[in-house]
């Protein structure tokens, strides 16, 4: 079939009273953006979006279109003369193609030329009638169809679809306000992202960094996911904040017992993820914890760790299993990269026997311990933080630097 438009909706958005116009400017803007470089028109009707495809090829609209939140289904759309034998036949091959076993199917009608000499009911009947008496595995049911054709006639031609396929969802990134990622370089965090995203909250980035304790092909890997991200992303760039956490990392092995060494450390993150999230006017944290995946993710360890901020901590993934999560992770496109087996500051060197019902008191007894205030304070200070594009072609080890150096030096270019 030639399509010629694809119809996308947008669901439940239409439901947001006064913030409807600001949604619908920030979907539209966020459409155009994702559209770059191809060939279509895009137009904001109402309650919809037509593409017109113009040359371009469908497919490669559609990966494009699941790269905006805040769509719900799209449809593809075909376009015949406003002849009713012309629609007929047109209504005949969709349906052919479409469907190639027993069904019921049920065909609706509307007409935005009122001039049109027939009215739509009349239509209906004619293209029902004439589909069914050709395509001998249809059945009409008008209360519960397994697939509807819809025709429109406009003023320049009928416009025929009668497929329907689920989009992103959720509303276009960036009106729900701005969160802090906590980003490693695993499977969950990254998809924790993408789904606050999806759920429009535009994103920076927070990763916290022990290098030389760890490689720097980890910390690439970060700044890879960051890429991968980016294309969700309004004007498909995200702030990235690396964290020198090496000297919290050592003092917490040098004087905290090796069962709490964890949940300290968590306690450290979630200390320096308020501080910058305040500073970089961010209205939540986000991570990838997941309830009972790990000892630092029961109730009684988030319990602990959490207690050190009020900020509001999302986590999108907290009743998500596994499989689940992996599955988003792939449809992301980072999954591949998420598995590369580099070590960050949570896998090195990891506690035999870490508490899983670390108690509060115990906890901020020990960080009595150490003067965690002004390392804190520090980490803060002398994070580097750099824009990642989606089409970033930085390379860490490339540059044949330690990671700090690095970051320096594009943080200096960065200003
Ligand atoms: P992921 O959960 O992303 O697969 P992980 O399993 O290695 O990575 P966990 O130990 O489960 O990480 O940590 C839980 C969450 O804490 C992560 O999802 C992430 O949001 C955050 N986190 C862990 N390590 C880091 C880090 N080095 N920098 C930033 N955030 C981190
Ligand atoms: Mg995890």
Redesign the pocket.
């Known amino acids: 079939m030639m399509y010629k438009e694809i119809l996308v909706r947008f669901g439940d958005l239409t439901l947001k009273g006064k913030n409807q116009n600001f949604f619908l400017k920030s979907l539209f803007k966020l459409m155009k953006l994702k559209m770059e470089g191809l060939n279509v028109d895009v137009e904001n009707q109402h309650d919809r979006i037509f593409i017109h495809l113009n040359d371009e090829n469908p497919e490669e609209v559609i990966k494009r279109l699941f790269l905006v939140s805040g769509v719900s289904s799209y449809s593809l759309v075909v376009k015949c003369s406003t002849d009713l034998q012309d629609i007929k036949e047109t209504s005949l091959k969709l349906m052919e193609e479409k469907v190639k076993s027993e069904t019921t199917f049920k065909v609706n009608v509307k007409r935005s030329n009122k001039d049109y000499p027939m009215k739509s009911p009349e239509v209906t009947k004619a293209v029902s009638g004439f589909v069914l008496s050709h395509h001998k595995l249809l059945k009409v049911d008008v209360h519960n169809p397994s697939v509807e054709l819809d025709i429109e006639i406009r003023r320049d031609g009928a416009y025929l679809y009668n497929t329907h396929d689920r989009l992103l969802g959720g509303y276009p990134v960036g009106v729900a306000g701005k969160g802090l990622l906590?980003?490693?370089g695993?499977?969950?965090?990254p998809v924790?992202g993408f789904m606050a995203m999806k759920q429009g909250v535009e994103i920076e980035c927070?990763?916290?960094e022990s290098t030389p304790l760890t490689s720097i092909e980890s910390a690439q890997k970060v700044v890879d996911l960051v890429k991968k991200l980016a294309k969700y992303a309004p004007n498909n760039k995200i702030n990235l904040h690396m964290v020198p956490f090496k000297e919290i990392h050592v003092k917490l092995l040098e004087n905290i017992p090796e069962s709490y060494n964890i949940t300290i450390m968590r306690r450290m993150?979630y200390r320096i993820a308020t501080l910058l999230a305040i500073k970089k006017g961010c209205l939540a944290i986000i991570?990838?914890?997941s309830v009972g995946?790990?000892a630092?993710?029961t109730l009684g360890s988030m319990y602990t760790i959490n207690s050190v901020t009020s900020f509001p901590i999302l986590r999108p993934l907290c009743t998500y299993d596994k499989q689940d999560i992996i599955k988003i992770s792939r449809d992301i496109d980072c999954y591949d990269l998420s598995i590369k087996p580099f070590e960050?500051?949570?896998?090195v060197y990891v506690p035999k026997a870490p508490a899983t019902a670390p108690k509060l008191e115990k906890a901020q007894l020990f960080e009595q311990m150490f003067d965690f205030e002004t390392m804190v304070a520090w980490a803060v200070e002398n994070t580097n933080s750099i824009i990642i594009d989606k089409d970033s072609d930085l390379n860490l080890p490339d540059l044949g630097l330690e990671v700090r150096e690095v970051l320096q030096e594009l943080k200096k270019n960065n200003q």
Do not use: K, P, R, Y
């Open positions: 906590m980003l490693s695993g499977i969950d965090s924790a927070i990763h916290f993150m991570n990838g914890e995946q790990v630092s993710q960050d500051c949570c896998t």
